[in-house]
């Protein structure tokens, strides 16, 4: 139960740092499509945890290659390096 609360916290942080990266002029597809990738591949590993489980009898190989890949992951974010949307300012706007 404690973890199905981390997708109410999830929620406002993707939409507010995806629109201070590419702008919000598109967060309802940018914010859509990164749900989207998340729900498959999180029920894609689900199904292969599984399936490693029943060929193995146990889980350790299912927790390596998640631990691999999650430093995979964080090697892969640290080094990013994107420029944040500039906000077009209106010269007559003060």
């Known amino acids: 139960m404690i973890f199905g609360f981390t997708d ?3 929620g406002p942080l993707t939409t507010t740092l995806l629109g201070r990266l590419y ?10 499509f990164v749900t989207t990738l998340h729900r498959l591949g999180g029920g894609f590993w689900a199904c292969m945890g599984g399936f490693i489980f029943d060929k193995t009898g146990n889980d350790c190989l299912a927790f390596v290659l998640s631990t691999i890949m999650a ?9 990013v390096n994107e420029k944040r949307h500039a906000c077009f300012q209106n010269p007559s706007i003060q």
């Not at 702008?23 to 859509?32: D, K, R, V």
């Not at 430093?71 to 080094?79: E, G, M, T, Y």
């Open 71 to 79: 430093r995979i992951a964080f090697f892969c974010c640290i080094f």
């Open 23 to 32: 702008g919000f002029s598109h967060i309802g597809l940018l914010s859509g």
């Open 8 to 10: 109410l916290i999830t």
